[in-house]
């Protein structure tokens, strides 16, 4: 009897680690779709002279998250971001000690999965080297900019943030047509039920974004990438 007991004990124990697994699995997916929420409600809501302080208290919950998972892909994204968006409202010395310290979180977490959130660390990465000064002020980098984002292209070929940054990139480099196609590709982009916010927002950008694309095409006129985020594509949404 003691031996039938012991044999069942062993597959109970592992179903029973199993299943905690599962509820941590759970939680730190909730968690993790708590700060994309807080993030896209910060940027697109939040007013300008209150999103310094509230994108540090969202860098603070991801500090205190990375304590309980450390080494996570997805908060060394969020971290990045995060600090790379932060940097519009701090110095320039600040500002550029920020956008390095937010390459430096992409690489780590692109070597620990990077497919993780659909390949958003090569998104936020070539867009890093698209927008910022080149050496020997900053990284900015055209070349690996766009190698960074036909990267998460391959990795996520439908998706919003994939198809939308490459897109400024190519419009922003006097390339409307092609240009055109991408930001087709993102406004077509199915909605993530855990970011609708963000996505709808985005994909107001991309709209904006084919209509300079088709304008440009008409007129032969020349744009430039202004930055990461497309402030002021943001402000026309949100008046």
């Known amino acids: ?41 910060t940027y697109y809501s939040a007013d300008k002279g209150q999103q310094h302080y509230q994108y540090s208290q969202l860098l603070h919950r991801i500090n205190q998250m990375n ?23 701090e110095s320039s010395f600040k500002a550029l000690s920020s956008i390095h310290r937010a390459k430096d979180l992409l690489i780590k977490a692109i070597s620990i999965n990077p497919k993780a959130m659909d390949g958003s660390a090569f998104v936020t990465l070539g867009s890093l080297y698209a927008m910022v000064p080149s050496w020997p002020i900053a990284f900015g980098n055209d070349p690996k900019a766009e190698q960074s984002l036909k990267k998460a292209l391959s990795i996520n070929p439908q998706g919003i943030d994939s198809n939308y940054f490459y897109g400024e990139f190519l419009l922003s480099h006097n390339q409307p047509t092609k240009a055109s196609h991408f930001f087709t590709k993102a406004i077509n982009a199915p909605i993530r039920k855990t970011q609708e916010f963000a996505d709808t927002q985005l994909k107001n950008e991309a709209k904006l974004g084919l209509a300079n694309a088709i304008a440009r095409k008409i007129s032969g006129k020349k744009g430039f990438f202004t930055d990461l985020f497309h402030s002021a594509v943001h402000a026309e949404i949100t008046q």
């Open 1 to 41: 009897m003691g031996y039938l007991l012991s044999r069942m004990q062993k597959p109970l124990t592992i179903a029973l680690l199993l299943l905690s697994f599962q509820l941590a699995a759970s939680d730190y997916t909730d968690a993790v779709t708590e700060i994309e929420r807080s993030w896209a409600k």
């Open 67 to 89: 304590s309980t998972y450390p080494d996570h892909a997805e908060l060394l994204i969020w971290q990045a971001i995060t600090l790379a968006t932060r940097a519009e409202q």
